[in-house]
């Protein structure tokens, strides 16, 4: 199983971006495909997930009206629009697949590598 992330970099504060997950080596119909981030210092947290089957989204209050989670099925891919970013929105983002979903890292068995997020005010 594999979960490219891609996408991020640096932006001004109020600006968009958009990070993509591409998932290939099985299967993820019935899976919850997550977005987490991590900030220096901080523990890992939840932004967004997707069930891929349902396409039902839930997200953290604090991204709620500014981020999009989505999925393409043709091309395995998750995406996470980002708009109106905040400096507190900096961070290494992941992408993570997980039987159950959920809104716990500890959930997820399958992660990508992470890519930059850096919001300058």
């Known amino acids: 199983v594999q979960l490219q992330a891609s996408g991020g970099g640096l932006v001004q504060t109020g600006g968009s971006l958009r990070l993509s997950c591409a998932a290939s080596?099985?299967?993820?119909?019935?899976?919850?495909m997550g977005w987490f981030r991590q900030a220096p210092g901080k523990e890992r947290e939840f932004v967004a997930v997707i069930y891929w089957s349902s396409g039902f989204t839930y997200y953290t209050d604090s991204v709620k009206g500014r981020f999009t989670i989505s999925r393409d099925n043709a091309n395995n891919t998750v995406y996470l629009q980002m708009n109106s970013l905040e400096p507190e929105d900096t961070g290494i983002y992941y992408c993570?697949?997980?039987?159950?979903?959920?809104?716990?890292?500890?959930?997820?068995?399958?992660w990508g590598q992470g890519t930059q997020v850096t919001v300058s005010s």
């Open positions: 080596g099985r299967t993820f119909s019935g899976y919850g």
């Open positions: 993570a697949a997980s039987e159950r979903g959920g809104y716990s890292h500890y959930e997820y068995a399958y």
